[in-house]
């Protein structure tokens, strides 16, 4: 068990209410390296606050519970200070005696929660991608004392350097690495701090589904090939299927049939969602018809190649990864600037939302697009309602009623 600590000015009760009432918390004994015990004193009971250091220069603080100053401790909500000092050395460094660790920080939540994407076969992305815009500070704090205005600071400054939709997206994975170290850990009282200070932003919620002419995706595609032929074959694969990249990624080399008339891959389905099923999901494909100048490309590339070994590969051989976007994105932005366009607003997804409206204007069924795009009738519906009306219109007027100009033909006499 660990040694107790005297203090004088703090271990009796009677000590301590000689104390005068203040909000700044009186100094108490050090417990171990960089973890010590503070009193509050208030007006009716006082309060035990833990001060342990984040092992970068700078300590936080914690409220743990009530001093027995007036009511008798239960070794809950009021302790004594001696009970205290256990209570505060387990929340600021571990108590091997008692079997305790000591609370996850932020950057520890990550790191489970990376683990546990990659135990569920999901991209571990999103677990990685917060680690680039969190503080160092953030990083080393305790998941346990995090407040909803230090999240909420530290969300707004972000607006400076991304859209509202993106950041929401970056708060979602943050979010869910610390409901995680809240499942695994009951200490972790303070849900709200990060569903108020990581609440979603206002009107972010409509999609930027840009939409290429023709002409600017055949310069799009033409642009990738000039500056990387292994880009551009990926960057034509998106065009053509208008699949996801991270899908197109996963394509094999036994997914291509290269037919004289009717070549086609079995493209890898996204298994967006999650749930038990996405490892079994992301084994599944879907038939996706190519062009027959994209499938000599791609058998051309690939010859010699195991089945088994990817199909599209970077300009050095190697594999794109699960998060093509990580590798490529400067490429990409290049790309877009020398069609003309804002990288800013055009990206690589803008060649699976124009292959989506391509068919739609060409009178494609809603449902064999959803079906070749892998995605749902609903989501098409929701995300491309206006292209929708825009394509069916041709349709709709046929049905409009026609007001024909009277003709000797058409006229009935009313006269009896």
Known sequence: MARK?????????????????????????????????LYRRNRTNGAWVVKASD??????????????????????AVLTFFQAQDTARRLGRGDNDSGDSAPISVDGALTAYEADLNARS?????????????????LAKPVIVLTSNELQKWRDGLLTKMAPSTINRLCGCLCAALELAAQHDQRIQNKQAWDVGLAGLPDAQEARNVILSDQKVRAFVETAYALDHKLG???ETLAITGARPSQ???????????????????????????????????????SVPITMQ????????????????????????????????????????????????????????????????????????????????????????RTYSKHITEFSDDLSRRALLQHEPATADNVVSLAS
């Open 55 to 76: 092992g970068h220069g700078a300590y936080w603080t914690k409220r743990i519970a009530d001093a027995d100053d007036f009511d008798d401790a239960d070794a809950k």
């Open 294 to 381: 994209l499938a000599a490309k791609l058998k051309e590339a690939s010859k010699g190649r195991a089945d088994e070994a990817p199909l599209l590969l970077q300009s050095d051989n190697a594999s794109w990864g699960d998060n093509p976007g990580q590798t490529y994105h400067r490429q990409i932005d290049k790309v877009v600037t020398a069609i003309g366009r804002d990288p800013a607003e055009v990206t690589v997804y803008a060649l699976r939302h124009s292959s989506i409206v391509r068919m739609l204007l060409q009178n494609v069924p809603i449902r064999l697009v959803a079906s070749l795009h892998n995605t749902s009738v609903a989501m098409i519906e």
């Open 248 to 286: 197109a990624v996963r394509l094999r080399v036994a997914d291509l049939d290269a037919h004289p008339i009717r070549p086609k891959l079995s493209m890898p389905k996204s298994a967006k969602g999650g749930g038990r099923n996405r490892a079994k999901k992301r084994n599944e494909r879907y």
């Open 233 to 235: 074959l990926l960057v």
């Open 5 to 37: 600590v005297r203090h004088s000015a703090l271990e009796s009760r009677s000590a301590r209410l000689k104390l005068q009432v203040r909000r700044k918390p009186y100094p108490g004994p050090s417990l171990a390296r960089g973890v010590s015990l």
């Open 122 to 138: 999901s991209n571990p992305y999103n677990a990685q991608w917060p680690r680039v815009h969190l503080t160092s500070v953030l």
